[in-house]
């Protein structure tokens, strides 16, 4: 394959990893670079895609530097996450277990970043959990947050 067809390559993976659905709330830098972005900490939020009333807010770390700055660093797999009602709870009647709500690319190819949804019918609690993952090896680094469905106060 030649230069050009592997840059076209490298620009459609760059163009389909970057693709997310959190909207960033801010971020602390925690390293600073000469050339390209600083190190940082991200904060991110979204709603659940099928349950309206839950939102989750993600903080994640993003490295910058030139690798940064082209979309090519890896970044580790920390991530926190906590997750709250904020209006009355609408659920579907069927919720598929370990569905994802949330990815985003953490490397060029191969990591991930994923949050899924379980749902506690016994206590009426949905959990969410987030962890990455990486093709070639698996990562146990997770974290979960809880939202117990509550009657909402008419407002």
Known sequence: MNARGMGLIFVFCLM????????EIGSVDTKFNLLGPDHK???????DPKIEGVTCHLSRSKKGGLKGMIGV?????????????????HMPAELEEGEQVFNERRSLIFKKLQVV????????TLIYLVYSDKVIEGSPKNAIS???IMPWPDS
């Open 117 to 124: 949804r379980f749902f506690d019918k016994k206590r009426r």
């Open 41 to 47: 900490i991200v904060i991110e939020a979204f709603d």
């Open 146 to 148: 809880t939202v117990p």
């Open 16 to 23: 389909t990893g970057a693709i997310s659905y959190a909207e």
């Open 73 to 89: 660093a890896e970044d580790s797999s920390d991530a926190s996450i906590s997750c709250r009602q904020i209006g009355p709870v």
